[in-house]
Structures are given as structure tokens and as C-alpha cells.
């Protein structure tokens, strides 16, 4: 999960995340550092000032398969417990160009809503692997 540094609710959402994954299989980094922007360049059709939520399903093979936008949020959800995966489903059923609308809207907004954020949550020495620079 790649995500923007700065933001308060993309820093909410890498705690949220860390509460509810419980078999700790999304790792994070954030889109400036050194993995993000390798991302970035190793998919040129992304745009290079790209500030969404980015999902990067990474295959066996170690092909990538990366996701923005709404499908991000959707496919994370995919891959937490409970009924995480069946609210993605849900949620599906609305069509991607509304969902990525409303995505872009509030994404848009977020840093007047909820502004920035110049410190994160102190990682447990359990989860500092899932931190890539």
C-alpha cells in the first residue's frame, strides 16, 4: 500500500489498516519514498503526480499489478478479515466511474477537511517490516 505522507486521512487509513490486518500481509511505503517512486517509474502509465491510495498486488512470478483510486480502497478491503471482502463486493455494484468521481471529489478535499500531518503512528518493532523506505 502505497500512500501520501503528508495526508491525515491516508495516515488514518495505514493505521486502520494495521489494526485490522491480522494475518499482516499488507506491507506500506509512502508514494515519495524510494519504493514508491520506483513503483512509479516501473508503471509509466501512472501519472508521475499520482496522491491517491495506491495497491500494488504483487503476483508469485513478482509481476505487479497496481491499482488507484477506488479499486485501491477496494482491493485492500479484499484482503482484511471478516466482512471486509464482501463490502468490496458491495461496493462494486457501483458503477467505477461514479466510485473513482466521488474518490477524486473527496481526495480533492481531504487536506482542507482533515489537513496535514507532520508525525505518524509509532510502529511496534512487530510491524516495523511491513515499512518499506
Same mark, same amino acid.
Given at each position: 500500500? !502505497?500512500?501520501?505522507?503528508?495526508?491525515? =486521512?491516508?495516515?488514518?487509513?495505514?493505521? @486502520?489498516?494495521?489494526?485490522?490486518?491480522?494475518?499482516? =500481509?499488507?506491507?506500506?511505503? &509512502?508514494?515519495?519514498? &524510494?519504493?514508491?517512486?520506483?513503483?512509479?517509474?516501473?508503471?509509466?502509465? !501512472?501519472?508521475?503526480?499520482?496522491?491517491?491510495?495506491?495497491?500494488?498486488?504483487?503476483?508469485?512470478?513478482?509481476?505487479?499489478? +497496481?491499482? =488507484?483510486?477506488?479499486?485501491? +480502497?477496494?482491493?485492500?478491503?479484499?484482503?482484511? &478479515?471478516?466482512? @471486509?471482502? @464482501?463490502?468490496?463486493?458491495?461496493?462494486?455494484?457501483? &458503477?467505477?466511474?461514479?466510485?473513482?468521481?466521488?474518490?477524486?471529489?473527496?481526495?480533492?478535499?481531504?487536506? *482542507?477537511?482533515?489537513?496535514?500531518?507532520?508525525?505518524? *503512528?509509532?510502529?511496534?518493532?512487530?510491524?516495523?517490516?511491513?515499512?518499506?523506505?
Amino acid at each position: 500500500m !502505497l500512500f501520501d505522507g503528508d495526508c491525515a =486521512v491516508c495516515n488514518g487509513a495505514v493505521t @486502520w489498516v494495521l489494526d485490522h490486518d491480522a494475518a499482516r =500481509v499488507i506491507t506500506f511505503a &509512502p508514494l515519495a519514498g &524510494p519504493t514508491g517512486r520506483g513503483v512509479l517509474a516501473r508503471h509509466p502509465a !501512472l501519472p508521475e503526480d499520482l496522491d491517491s491510495l495506491v495497491l500494488v498486488d504483487v503476483a508469485d512470478d513478482g509481476s505487479e499489478r +497496481v491499482h =488507484v483510486h477506488s479499486e485501491a +480502497v477496494l482491493r485492500l478491503l479484499e484482503h482484511l &478479515p471478516g466482512g @471486509w471482502p @464482501w463490502a468490496a463486493r458491495a461496493a462494486r455494484l457501483v &458503477p467505477r466511474f461514479v466510485r473513482d468521481a466521488a474518490y477524486r471529489l473527496f481526495a480533492a478535499h481531504r487536506y *482542507r477537511l482533515f489537513g496535514k500531518q507532520d508525525a505518524c *503512528r509509532i510502529v511496534d518493532e512487530a510491524d516495523e517490516h511491513r515499512f518499506l523506505p
